[in-house]
């Protein structure tokens, strides 16, 4: 059974810093790209971040310099480093793993998702 399993998040001021981890098991993700996608109400899940396993990294626009994924690939665990986090951070934080390959934007090619976690930040 293929977990996806989110800690971190909260509430923070504007300029704060927050660091969501995620730990990914049940099959082998070698072949998977792990993401972070983030939601707000009444929206569709937005991709913010995915890393590879070979090392390649990608950010949507508003957060390059700001945000850093990292991926641990002995111990299947990602990470989102958040700094000088804005208001328009505010949304809920979801991990996901897609197949190499496919549209790692697009939230129709993740195959697995966590639960997510809420991240506030206030001005």
């Known amino acids: 059974q293929v977990q996806l399993v989110e800690s971190g998040g909260g509430s923070v001021q504007a300029g704060d810093s927050l660091r969501l981890s995620c730990a990914a098991s049940?099959?082998?993700?070698?072949?998977?790209?792990l993401a972070w996608f983030r939601q707000t109400p009444g929206e569709e899940r937005q991709f913010v971040a995915a890393a590879w396993s070979a090392g390649a990294r990608e950010y949507t626009d508003s957060v390059k310099g700001r945000f850093t994924i990292s991926r641990d690939n002995t111990k299947n665990t990602v990470s989102l480093q958040m700094n000088s986090l804005k208001p328009e951070d505010t949304a809920v934080y979801y991990c996901?793993?897609?197949?190499?390959?496919?549209?790692?934007?697009?939230?129709?090619?993740?195959?697995?998702w966590g639960q997510g976690t809420q991240v506030t930040v206030s001005s």
């Open positions: 049940g099959r082998p993700f070698g072949y998977y790209f």
């Open positions: 996901a793993a897609g197949q190499v390959g496919r549209e790692y934007r697009i939230s129709g090619s993740i195959d697995y």
